[in-house]
């Protein structure tokens, strides 16, 4: 086929004769992958497309190089659009309902709900909930949550406590604990209704960066701005992935098309800030064991920053390389930079500051 169309064997094969081969062979091809074809055919004004582009297609792989014809070209989708489409089986239309409530270009969507296989499934979002939460918390400790009044509160070996910042596991293993059901609900909630989806079109390695990323943040957040505190719960890693899921719906408003948008972010918003709330409460609420408080709520906050910054980056370039992006370097390199502050601040700032912190548990 290549040599037919491609003689002198250039690696491109001219416009004319690609669109020769649509028509030719267009009743052979899904309808969403010709659509894709057509628009790269009208957005190319050299006359001549890539080969490796069409294989690429045709492969589901998405190269850089194909996105940005798309992207360039001026052709509007004719075809209805993928939520119009009829007789769907119930997981077709799960994936297509994920697609619309995280994707804000139809041929995105298309895209997805055509190359989607769920090989692998959402694990991590889901291992981490279950495994993370309910078998640690439930079989090892003997119970689902630890409230702040329990005797087993502070005498463990997850949340993270100032006196013990130098067990660097803390700074992760904390979100393992929570302070109250209420706390744990909530996190599990928003951690499954938001991030099984996200994970399900950008991937367990996005998802996943953004969740450790945020759960870091919030750890280190608290060792800076709220030195005497202990940290416990999930909410910088959830709040890392809703803010950039937010954050992401609100720059692209007009092209998500997911019902009830206006409503989802309202109830998420009221969900985050409840929550929110009642960390600020309960850290400033006389503690069950003085001198040490409630845990902090700067964790929120670190998770917050991760989500409207390296979040929004990954879930707007959706099947993009990162590596190509030069907004992405910056967060990155903030983020990097805030990392190392928080470890030096960690070594020195605690002795150089004289701070009088509530004894180890």
Not at 21 to 41: F, I, T
Not at 275 to 288: D, I, Q
Request: hydrophobic content about 45%; overall charge positive; aromatic content about 12%.
């Amino acid at each position: 086929l290549l040599s037919q169309f491609d003689p002198d064997n250039t690696g491109y094969i001219s416009t004319e004769k690609f669109r020769s081969l649509l028509q030719r062979h267009g009743s052979e091809l899904d309808p969403h992958k010709l659509e894709v074809l057509l628009a790269l055919a009208d957005s190319n004004s050299e006359g001549r497309i890539c080969y490796q582009d069409f294989v690429n297609l045709m492969s589901n792989k998405r190269s850089n190089s194909f996105r940005q014809a798309i992207l360039q070209g001026n052709r509007r989708l004719c075809s209805k659009a993928l939520l119009e489409e009829t007789g769907l089986s119930l997981s077709q239309r799960l994936i297509r309902h994920v697609a619309y409530e995280t994707l804000p270009r139809e041929i995105d969507r298309k895209w997805y709900y055509d190359s989607y296989t769920c090989c692998p499934p959402p694990w991590f979002m889901i291992t981490i909930t279950i495994v993370a939460f309910f078998l640690y918390n439930g079989v090892v400790l003997d119970r689902f949550v630890l409230q702040v009044s329990h005797p087993l509160y502070l005498k463990n070996a997850l949340l993270y406590h100032p006196q013990l910042r130098a067990q660097a596991w803390r700074y992760l293993t904390y979100i393992f604990m929570h302070a109250g059901i209420e706390h744990l609900g909530l996190n599990v909630v928003l951690q499954l209704l938001v991030g099984v989806p996200l994970e399900m079109v950008h991937g367990a390695a996005r998802i996943s960066f953004v969740y450790v990323a945020g759960v870091v943040a919030g750890s280190l957040a608290v060792s800076v701005a709220d030195m005497r505190a202990p940290v416990v719960g999930s909410s910088g890693g959830v709040y890392a992935l809703v803010s950039a899921h937010l954050a992401n719906i609100v720059m692209n408003w007009s092209g998500m098309k997911c019902q009830f948008k206006l409503l989802r972010m309202a109830v998420a918003l009221i969900c985050m800030s409840f929550e929110f709330g009642r960390a600020v409460w309960l850290r400033f609420h006389p503690s069950a064991y003085p001198p040490c408080p409630h845990p902090s709520f700067m964790a929120h906050l670190g998770g917050v920053m991760v989500g409207i910054t390296l979040g929004v980056i990954i879930l707007r370039n959706y099947e993009q390389r990162l590596q190509d992006q030069t907004l992405w370097w910056i967060f990155l390199s903030i983020y990097i930079v805030f990392v190392l502050f928080a470890i030096f601040w960690n070594i020195f700032a605690y002795s150089l500051l004289d701070l009088k912190l509530p004894p180890p548990p």
